[in-house]
Nanobody, 127 residues
Framework: QVQLIESGGGLVQPGDSLTLACGAS????????TGWFRQAPGKEREFVSA????????YYEDFAKGRFTISRDSANNTMYLQMNGLNAEDTGVYYC????????????????????WGQGIQVTVSS
């Protein structure tokens, strides 16, 4: 089992930057990849970005490309999401998630691919 804790959320103005962190504990050696999802009020949870922990392959949803950067510090079991040029549509609860165990066919855009989730952290973009 892997436990995940998000940090770094808060209230920012349009155009600002924010970096989220996700600390992992427990069976971290079993992590294959981790991802970020978000859920805006009244909307379904959506994929933001993901990264594999061994090869560092990155995945981004279209709205995140060019604005968000995902990274991981395997030595410290932490994943980051740097978000630039934030706008009101980026407001929501951001969740980190982990996929454990080896796989040859990971589909990181699907929430069903993850077996551990953090509790989420609020990001609000407002003037």
């Amino acid at each position: 089992q892997v436990q995940l804790i998000e940090s770094g959320g808060g209230l920012v103005q349009p155009g600002d930057s924010l970096t989220l962190a996700c600390g992992a504990s427990g069976r971290t050696l079993s992590i294959y990849g981790t991802g970020w999802f978000r859920q805006a009020p009244g909307k379904e949870r959506e994929f933001v970005s993901a990264i594999t922990w061994s090869g560092g392959t990155r995945y981004y949803e279209d709205f995140a490309k060019g604005r968000f950067t995902i990274s991981r510090d395997s030595a410290n079991n932490t994943m980051y999401l740097q978000m630039n040029g934030l706008n009101a549509e980026d407001t929501g609860v951001y969740y980190c998630a982990a996929k454990t165990g080896w796989t040859t066919s990971w589909h990181p855009l699907s929430a069903r691919e993850y077996d551990s989730w953090g509790q989420g952290i609020q990001v609000t973009v407002s003037s």
